[in-house]
T-cell receptor, first 112, second 113 residues
Framework: NAGVTQTPKFQVLKTGQSMTLQCAQDMNHEYMSWYRQDPGMGLRLIHY???????DQGEVPNGYNVSRSTTEDFPLRLLSAAPSQTSVYFC???????????FGSGTRLTVV | AQKITQTQPGMFVQEKEAVTLDCTYDTSDPSYGLFWYKQPSSGEMIFLIYQGSYDQQNATEGRYSLNFQKARKSANLVISASQLGDSAMYFCAMRPSGYALNFGKGTSLLVTP
Protein backbone atom coordinates (compact mmCIF):
# COMPACT_ATOMS: atom_id res chain seq x y z
CA ASN A 1 0.00 0.00 0.00
CA ALA A 2 1.19 3.51 -0.77
CA GLY A 3 2.13 5.64 2.18
CA VAL A 4 4.90 6.78 4.47
CA THR A 5 7.20 4.09 5.83
CA GLN A 6 9.27 4.66 8.94
CA THR A 7 11.93 2.33 10.24
CA PRO A 8 12.65 1.17 12.84
CA LYS A 9 9.43 1.14 14.89
CA PHE A 10 11.30 0.87 18.18
CA GLN A 11 14.88 1.68 19.13
CA VAL A 12 16.92 1.88 22.32
CA LEU A 13 20.14 3.86 22.20
CA LYS A 14 22.84 4.57 24.68
CA THR A 15 23.78 8.16 25.40
CA GLY A 16 26.28 9.37 22.83
CA GLN A 17 25.39 6.88 20.13
CA SER A 18 24.33 8.04 16.71
CA MET A 19 21.65 6.63 14.49
CA THR A 20 19.45 7.38 11.51
CA LEU A 21 15.68 7.16 11.47
CA GLN A 22 14.53 6.23 8.01
CA CYS A 23 11.52 7.69 6.23
CA ALA A 24 10.36 6.84 2.73
CA GLN A 25 7.23 7.72 0.78
CA ASP A 26 6.07 6.39 -2.56
CA MET A 27 3.45 9.04 -3.36
CA ASN A 28 5.84 11.46 -5.13
CA HIS A 29 5.15 14.08 -2.46
CA GLU A 30 7.27 17.21 -2.50
CA TYR A 31 6.81 18.17 1.14
CA MET A 32 8.23 16.07 3.97
CA SER A 33 8.63 16.76 7.67
CA TRP A 34 9.90 15.25 10.90
CA TYR A 35 8.13 15.74 14.21
CA ARG A 36 8.70 14.60 17.73
CA GLN A 37 5.86 13.95 20.14
CA ASP A 38 6.31 14.24 23.88
CA PRO A 39 3.57 13.94 26.52
CA GLY A 40 1.64 17.20 26.88
CA MET A 41 3.65 18.92 24.13
CA GLY A 42 1.80 17.97 20.99
CA LEU A 43 3.90 17.43 17.87
CA ARG A 44 6.89 19.70 17.44
CA LEU A 45 8.55 20.26 14.09
CA ILE A 46 12.20 19.22 13.88
CA HIS A 47 13.09 19.70 10.21
CA TYR A 48 11.18 19.90 6.98
CA UNK A 49 11.79 19.80 3.24
CA UNK A 50 9.91 21.36 0.35
CA UNK A 51 11.67 19.29 -2.29
CA UNK A 52 14.77 17.29 -3.09
CA UNK A 53 17.87 19.20 -2.04
CA UNK A 54 15.92 21.72 0.06
CA UNK A 55 15.63 21.45 3.83
CA ASP A 56 15.02 23.86 6.67
CA GLN A 57 14.87 23.88 10.46
CA GLY A 58 11.74 23.69 12.49
CA GLU A 59 11.05 24.49 16.12
CA VAL A 60 13.41 21.96 17.75
CA PRO A 61 16.30 21.20 15.33
CA ASN A 62 19.20 20.95 17.78
CA GLY A 63 20.84 17.54 17.84
CA TYR A 64 19.30 16.44 14.54
CA ASN A 65 20.42 16.54 10.93
CA VAL A 66 18.49 15.87 7.74
CA SER A 67 19.16 15.65 4.03
CA ARG A 68 16.88 15.15 1.04
CA SER A 69 18.79 13.67 -1.86
CA THR A 70 15.70 12.11 -3.46
CA THR A 71 12.00 12.91 -3.47
CA GLU A 72 11.24 9.59 -1.77
CA ASP A 73 13.59 9.62 1.21
CA PHE A 74 14.03 11.98 4.16
CA PRO A 75 16.25 10.42 6.86
CA LEU A 76 16.67 11.99 10.29
CA ARG A 77 20.09 11.64 11.91
CA LEU A 78 20.74 11.84 15.62
CA LEU A 79 24.35 12.89 15.94
CA SER A 80 24.99 12.07 19.61
CA ALA A 81 21.91 10.77 21.36
CA ALA A 82 20.84 12.31 24.68
CA PRO A 83 18.12 11.21 27.12
CA SER A 84 16.21 14.40 26.20
CA GLN A 85 15.74 12.91 22.73
CA THR A 86 13.64 10.08 24.11
CA SER A 87 10.39 10.57 22.21
CA VAL A 88 8.10 9.30 19.50
CA TYR A 89 9.20 10.49 16.08
CA PHE A 90 6.84 10.93 13.16
CA CYS A 91 7.69 11.47 9.54
CA UNK A 92 5.04 12.94 7.24
CA UNK A 93 4.65 13.88 3.60
CA UNK A 94 2.28 16.03 1.56
CA UNK A 95 1.68 16.82 -2.10
CA UNK A 96 0.21 20.30 -1.87
CA UNK A 97 -0.54 22.99 0.67
CA UNK A 98 -4.25 22.31 0.36
CA UNK A 99 -4.10 18.84 1.81
CA UNK A 100 -3.00 17.41 5.10
CA UNK A 101 0.17 15.53 5.62
CA UNK A 102 0.16 11.74 5.55
CA PHE A 103 1.98 10.40 8.59
CA GLY A 104 4.11 7.35 9.10
CA SER A 105 3.39 5.02 11.99
CA GLY A 106 6.12 6.52 14.15
CA THR A 107 9.39 5.44 15.77
CA ARG A 108 9.53 5.11 19.53
CA LEU A 109 13.07 6.02 20.60
CA THR A 110 14.47 5.57 24.07
CA VAL A 111 17.89 6.95 24.99
CA VAL A 112 19.38 5.52 28.17
CA ALA B 1 5.95 32.82 14.53
CA GLN B 2 2.75 30.87 14.14
CA LYS B 3 1.07 29.61 17.28
CA ILE B 4 -1.80 27.17 17.81
CA THR B 5 -3.68 27.12 21.09
CA GLN B 6 -5.97 24.35 22.30
CA THR B 7 -7.29 25.37 25.70
CA GLN B 8 -9.10 22.14 26.59
CA PRO B 9 -6.67 19.47 27.79
CA GLY B 10 -9.53 17.00 28.26
CA MET B 11 -13.17 16.77 27.29
CA PHE B 12 -16.01 14.36 28.05
CA VAL B 13 -19.06 13.80 25.90
CA GLN B 14 -21.86 11.31 26.02
CA GLU B 15 -22.41 8.99 23.12
CA LYS B 16 -24.65 10.46 20.37
CA GLU B 17 -24.12 14.00 21.63
CA ALA B 18 -22.24 16.72 19.73
CA VAL B 19 -18.96 18.14 21.01
CA THR B 20 -16.86 21.17 20.08
CA LEU B 21 -13.10 21.18 20.42
CA ASP B 22 -11.59 24.65 20.53
CA CYS B 23 -8.64 25.92 18.54
CA THR B 24 -7.27 29.41 18.11
CA TYR B 25 -4.31 30.39 16.00
CA ASP B 26 -2.03 33.30 15.44
CA THR B 27 -0.39 34.15 12.14
CA SER B 28 0.42 37.17 10.03
CA ASP B 29 0.35 35.17 6.78
CA PRO B 30 -2.66 35.94 4.59
CA SER B 31 -2.67 32.42 3.13
CA TYR B 32 -2.74 29.40 5.38
CA GLY B 33 -4.47 26.11 5.95
CA LEU B 34 -6.06 24.77 9.10
CA PHE B 35 -6.24 21.06 9.87
CA TRP B 36 -7.52 18.68 12.49
CA TYR B 37 -5.95 15.31 13.18
CA LYS B 38 -7.11 12.44 15.36
CA GLN B 39 -4.69 10.25 17.28
CA PRO B 40 -6.27 7.14 18.81
CA SER B 41 -4.53 5.17 21.53
CA SER B 42 -2.82 3.08 18.85
CA GLY B 43 -0.76 6.14 17.99
CA GLU B 44 -1.35 6.79 14.31
CA MET B 45 -2.14 10.29 13.07
CA ILE B 46 -5.38 10.45 11.09
CA PHE B 47 -6.24 13.48 8.96
CA LEU B 48 -9.83 14.61 9.58
CA ILE B 49 -10.59 17.93 7.94
CA TYR B 50 -9.05 20.94 6.18
CA GLN B 51 -10.03 24.61 5.94
CA GLY B 52 -8.27 27.12 3.71
CA SER B 53 -7.94 30.71 4.85
CA TYR B 54 -9.71 31.96 1.72
CA ASP B 55 -12.53 29.43 1.87
CA GLN B 56 -15.88 31.16 2.29
CA GLN B 57 -17.73 28.17 3.66
CA ASN B 58 -16.96 26.03 6.66
CA ALA B 59 -15.48 22.65 5.82
CA THR B 60 -17.43 19.48 6.51
CA GLU B 61 -16.43 15.82 6.31
CA GLY B 62 -19.13 13.43 7.40
CA ARG B 63 -19.68 13.93 11.15
CA TYR B 64 -16.86 16.45 11.34
CA SER B 65 -17.25 20.14 10.66
CA LEU B 66 -14.89 23.02 11.16
CA ASN B 67 -16.33 26.24 12.58
CA PHE B 68 -14.00 28.78 10.97
CA GLN B 69 -14.14 32.33 12.29
CA LYS B 70 -11.36 34.16 10.52
CA ALA B 71 -11.67 37.49 12.31
CA ARG B 72 -11.46 35.74 15.68
CA LYS B 73 -8.72 33.41 14.40
CA SER B 74 -10.55 30.35 15.59
CA ALA B 75 -11.02 26.96 13.92
CA ASN B 76 -13.12 24.81 16.21
CA LEU B 77 -13.84 21.19 15.38
CA VAL B 78 -17.41 20.02 15.82
CA ILE B 79 -18.08 16.30 16.05
CA SER B 80 -21.75 15.43 15.71
CA ALA B 81 -23.36 12.27 17.05
CA SER B 82 -20.28 11.16 19.01
CA GLN B 83 -19.34 7.50 18.94
CA LEU B 84 -17.24 5.47 21.37
CA GLY B 85 -14.61 5.18 18.65
CA ASP B 86 -14.18 8.96 18.69
CA SER B 87 -12.31 8.69 21.99
CA ALA B 88 -8.81 9.91 21.10
CA MET B 89 -6.43 12.85 21.15
CA TYR B 90 -7.34 15.61 18.70
CA PHE B 91 -4.80 18.03 17.34
CA CYS B 92 -5.40 21.31 15.61
CA ALA B 93 -2.68 22.36 13.17
CA MET B 94 -1.92 25.25 10.86
CA ARG B 95 0.11 25.28 7.69
CA PRO B 96 1.48 28.56 6.39
CA SER B 97 1.72 28.68 2.64
CA GLY B 98 4.16 26.06 1.40
CA TYR B 99 5.50 24.91 4.71
CA ALA B 100 5.08 22.31 7.39
CA LEU B 101 2.35 21.95 9.98
CA ASN B 102 2.44 23.64 13.36
CA PHE B 103 0.45 21.74 15.97
CA GLY B 104 -1.39 22.64 19.12
CA LYS B 105 -0.87 20.56 22.26
CA GLY B 106 -4.02 18.58 21.74
CA THR B 107 -7.32 17.80 23.44
CA SER B 108 -8.10 14.38 24.86
CA LEU B 109 -11.70 13.42 24.13
CA LEU B 110 -13.46 10.66 26.01
CA VAL B 111 -16.84 9.48 24.77
CA THR B 112 -18.92 7.77 27.44
CA PRO B 113 -21.83 5.37 26.93
Amino acid sequence: NAGVTQTPKFQVLKTGQSMTLQCAQDMNHEYMSWYRQDPGMGLRLIHYSVGAGITDQGEVPNGYNVSRSTTEDFPLRLLSAAPSQTSVYFCASSSTVAYGYTFGSGTRLTVV
Amino acid sequence: AQKITQTQPGMFVQEKEAVTLDCTYDTSDPSYGLFWYKQPSSGEMIFLIYQGSYDQQNATEGRYSLNFQKARKSANLVISASQLGDSAMYFCAMRPSGYALNFGKGTSLLVTP
